[in-house]
């Protein structure tokens, strides 16, 4: 028999003390689209990924144990999670902790070896973003080659969605 291969992650699942105030927390930092709700739940779309906050918070700090959360674009962001007084763990990276102890790493799009489907780009309007050519390479060394849609420019390769699905 043989073993399932992993290929992709469907969610991250995060403990939070409080749904509402969790939303407010993150809303401040980042645009996004709530899926769905409950009392004790919440879904945070990313196009063809999710997050879920759930409540309550069981575990300790995150102090290792962290995840990537990938964006459009980071300027700024570390100014404005600093001046809500959020704490940041890493003076190179751009990891910080929530108020729940969960530990994030800020990955900028263009800069790492994942792509979208133009159509979950479009999704979440964010059809436009560019791979700078080290991160379409280490995609290529692997013998992943760009999906259709993909326009090679001098400053990085444009992400074209065949069509908007909003």
């Known amino acids: 028999m043989t073993k399932p291969k992993l290929i992709g992650i469907n969610h991250v699942a995060l403990e939070v003390g409080d749904i509402d105030e969790a939303l407010a927390f993150y809303g401040q930092f980042f645009d996004f689209t709530l899926q769905s709700r409950s009392e004790s739940m919440a879904f945070i779309e990313m196009g063809d990924q999710f997050i879920a906050l759930s409540t309550p918070r069981e575990q300790p700090r995150d102090d290792g144990r962290h995840f990537g959360l990938v964006?459009?674009?980071?300027?700024?962001?570390?100014?404005?999670?600093?001046?809500?007084?959020?704490?940041?763990?890493?003076?190179?990276?751009?990891?910080?902790?929530?108020?729940?102890?969960?530990?994030?790493?800020?990955?900028?799009?263009?800069?790492?070896?994942?792509?979208?489907?133009?159509?979950?780009?479009?999704?979440?309007?964010?059809?436009?973003?560019?791979?700078?050519?080290?991160?379409?390479?280490?995609?290529?060394?692997?013998?992943?080659?760009p999906h259709e849609g993909f326009e090679h420019h001098d400053r990085g390769t444009r992400i074209q969605p065949a069509r908007s699905i909003r």
């Open 71 to 145: 964006v459009d674009q980071r300027e700024g962001l570390r100014e404005k999670l600093e001046a809500a007084g959020v704490e940041i763990v890493t003076p190179k990276r751009l990891d910080f902790m929530d108020p729940w102890g969960n530990r994030i790493e800020i990955v900028p799009y263009v800069d790492i070896q994942f792509m979208k489907q133009p159509g979950a780009l479009a999704l979440l309007g964010a059809g436009d973003l560019r791979k700078t050519d080290d991160a379409l390479k280490e995609l290529r060394d692997k013998g992943i080659e």
